[in-house]
């Protein structure tokens, strides 16, 4: 299935012009039609999962405790 930038952007939720740079750049691979230019969906998927699974994997690093340092010695 194919989607234009508008769509990709509010898929992504990255701003237009951002989206439109990307495929400038080549960094998103996308079809010209003549008008407007086509970007596969289906490419999205698994960025979108590693996306999500970094967010997680940082979330859980925030939220571990800091643990004591061992090398703190009592000079009382």
């Known amino acids: ?10 898929h992504l939720g990255m701003p237009v012009e951002q989206v439109e ?3 400038r750049e080549g960094r998103i691979r996308s079809v010209h039609d003549g008008e407007k230019f086509l970007i596969n969906k289906d490419q999205f998927g698994l960025y979108l999962e590693q996306l999500e699974m970094l967010k997680h994997q940082i979330d859980e690093w ?3 405790p800091i643990p004591p ?3 703190i010695k ?3």
């Open 74 to 76: 009592d000079e009382d």
């Open 62 to 64: 925030r939220n571990e």
């Open 21 to 23: 740079k990307y495929v």
């Open 69 to 71: 340092d061992r090398d």
């Open 1 to 10: 299935m194919y989607i234009t930038i508008q769509e990709t952007a509010e």
